[in-house]
């Protein structure tokens, strides 16, 4: 029988890069799945090529692992998938996209997006921020979590990852991806739209989406039913063969 902590779940954070915002999935999860979560520095401008540098130096050496990459880690996940270590068994990517979704974040173009980034610790920002990312999913903790999370990551590195997903397009990458792919989308995403998946879809022919009634935050709204997706995804991938110490 194929069993969920046979692979180590690898997990990519979102735009704030703290990875603070996994915490409801991973008490979602069932207690015998391996969990790494790798984080990206709030203080430190690094783009993509120099945070997959970073995440590809964290990853496991000697176990079989799958990577997921939510939402603005996409297309790291993806560019790593396309040239994998030889432990990567799956690829998961939640609420995420190839290339810059429209219109979503590409809405956020010169002088409006620096004015956004301003007052992005300002208690202005807190409602249209829960607006966007949890929408009516929202609850207090959940808020609270948000805005905790978001106080660690500058303007400066926040408007850099925010031009960084306006400028990415690694969709010709996905053509050598070779692990299985399993795609989450948010049925109430305002950030990024079902085409980003159907993008990827077409690109990548095996990937498997799977709807979830939920927002653009989809793994701290709807954790539950995130984790029974993700564990069926890995179940399905069968057993890892060993790995050499």
Not at 209 to 238: D, K, M, S, W, Y
């Amino acid at each position: 029988m194929t069993h969920p902590s046979a692979l180590r779940l690898v997990l990519l954070p979102g735009m704030d890069g703290t990875g603070d915002l996994f915490e409801p999935l991973r008490h979602a999860m069932r207690p015998c799945n391996a969990i790494d979560v790798v984080r990206y520095p709030g203080t430190e401008v690094l783009g993509y090529d120099e945070l997959e540098r970073r995440v590809r130096a964290q990853l496991p050496a000697g176990q079989p692992f799958v990577l997921l990459g939510e939402s603005f880690s996409g297309p790291l996940a993806i560019a790593i998938a396309a040239a994998p270590p030889p432990n990567l068994r799956g690829l998961i990517l939640c609420c995420s996209f190839a290339r810059s979704p429209a219109p979503g974040l590409a809405l956020l173009r010169g002088g409006l997006l620096e004015l956004a980034m301003k007052f992005l610790h300002s208690d202005r920002m807190r409602g249209p921020m829960r607006h966007l990312l949890l929408g009516r999913f929202a609850t207090p903790r959940l808020a609270g979590m948000l805005q905790a999370s978001l106080r660690q990551v500058t303007t400066t590195v926040m408007t850099h990852r925010l031009k960084e997903v306006q400028q990415v397009n690694v969709i010709d990458r996905l053509s050598r991806v070779r692990v299985p792919a399993l795609y989450l989308r948010a049925m109430h995403d305002r950030i990024v739209p079902e085409e980003a998946a159907r993008i990827i879809q077409r690109a990548l022919p095996g990937l498997r989406i799977v709807h979830l009634p939920g927002p653009h935050g989809l793994l701290q709204a709807v954790p539950e039913a995130a984790a029974r997706a993700i564990e069926t995804f890995c179940n399905a991938l069968g057993d890892p063969e060993p790995t050499a110490p």
